[in-house]
């Protein structure tokens, strides 16, 4: 194993998604990896906590809320290409176990997925992780039953989904996005707009 921080290490195994799955899946938001998508075990003391996958990931989010002036945002469809970190808290982890189904990686795997071999995949998964630890800040509240988090880098940054029992958060340099219970909020560079039941209020700065 490698390690990557403290007692948080990348697993030795290595293996690949044998078909397209939904790794989250709510009214609001969807993420799907496509089949062939590399990965490996993110693991704290010999259990499993993440992964860090390799391959062809989509985002698909609906962040239109409703004001009392009309909708605003969009919804947004991205499509990924490369390393992301996907992390799993309490309940979840089982749900995900039996939504994603993996066998081991062989070498036309990680040619296939865009690697040189398994040692470059081992190299980049790593690397992406390290960087994650030096970009976000605070505690993974791994005992909380039903969140997750998505981590996809952007050259010198990620964007962040964060899905949890009570809502969902995305979050990139321009943009913030906010579902918990009835309560919205949509952020970009110069104002947020926070709606509940109806009404909204606007915060502008900068």
Same mark, same amino acid.
């Given at each position: ?13 290595? !293996? ?16 799907? @990896?496509?089949?062939?998508?590399? =990965? ?10 993440? !992964?860090?996958? !390799? %391959? ?17 945002? +969009? ?17 979840? +982890?089982?749900? =995900?176990?039996?939504? @994603?189904? @993996? ?8 040619? +296939? ?22 970009? =976000? ?31 969902? @958060? ?16 949509? %952020? ?12 909204? =209020?606007?915060? +502008? !700065? %900068?």
């Amino acid at each position: 194993m490698l390690r990557v921080n403290q007692c948080i290490r990348l697993g030795s195994e290595l !293996y690949k998604t044998t078909q397209e799955t939904a790794l989250l899946r709510s009214s609001k938001c969807m993420i799907t @990896v496509k089949r062939g998508t590399l =990965v490996v075990n993110i693991l704290k003391k010999g259990k499993l906590m993440g !992964y860090v996958f !390799y %391959g062809k990931a989509k985002l698909c989010l609906d962040a239109i809320i409703e004001t009392s002036e009309g909708a605003l945002g +969009k919804a947004i469809t991205k499509e990924f290409n490369g390393p992301f970190i996907m992390l799993m808290g309490g309940e979840v +982890k089982q749900a =995900v176990l039996s939504t @994603v189904t @993996v066998s081991s990686a062989t070498n036309d795997d990680f040619t +296939k997925a865009g690697c040189k071999n398994a040692q470059n995949f081992v190299e980049i998964a790593s690397n992406t992780w390290k960087k994650f630890l030096r970009h =976000v800040e605070g505690h993974w509240p791994e005992n909380e039953k039903n969140m997750r988090m998505f981590a996809f880098p952007q050259n010198d940054i990620f964007e962040i989904v964060l899905s949890s029992r009570d809502g969902i @958060v995305y979050a990139t340099t321009n943009t913030v996005y906010i579902l918990k219970g009835d309560i919205q909020a949509l %952020g970009g560079s110069r104002e947020i707009m926070v709606t509940r039941c109806g009404k909204s =209020v606007s915060i +502008k !700065y %900068g």
